[in-house]
C-alpha cells in the first residue's frame, strides 16, 4: 500500500531551488516544512497548491497544528500555454460572489503539491 506524501517546492534564485517532501510517518521533515512555510508565509512569500488540470490556488494561510493549507473560493491560476495563440482568447467570466467574505476550505499539506515563490522572483 502506498503512502501519500505532499510536496513543497521552494523556488529560490539565489540560492537554489529546495524540495522538501512531507509524510505522515517523518516527523523531522514535518516540523521542518512546518518552519519553512510559517516563515515564508509571514515574510510574504506566495504560496500555491496544485489543483485540477495544473492550475495554481494561492493559500491565504496555513494551521501547523493540523498541517493544513487554508484556501479560499475564488480565481485560479491556469497554466501558461506552450504555444502562443493565434486569436486573442476570450476574457475569463469569474463566477459572481454574494456579499461577504468568500467562502475557505482545508487542503491537507501531506496530500498535495505546493509552490512557494519569493517576493522578488521572476525579475
Known sequence: MSELAGQLDVLNCG???LKIVITENNPIEIERAKRIIT???KRGYALFIHGEGDTLIR????KPDTLTYIIADG???APE???EPEAMPEPVQLPKRGRG???TREVK?????ATVVGRSAGG
Open 75 to 77: 480565481p485560479t491560476v
Open 109 to 113: 499539506a501531506t496530500e498535495t503539491k
Open 15 to 17: 540560492e537554489g531551488d
Open 81 to 83: 500555454p506552450l504555444e
Open 59 to 62: 493559500v491565504k494561510r496555513f
Open 39 to 41: 516563515d515564508m508565509l
Open 101 to 103: 467574505r468568500p467562502r
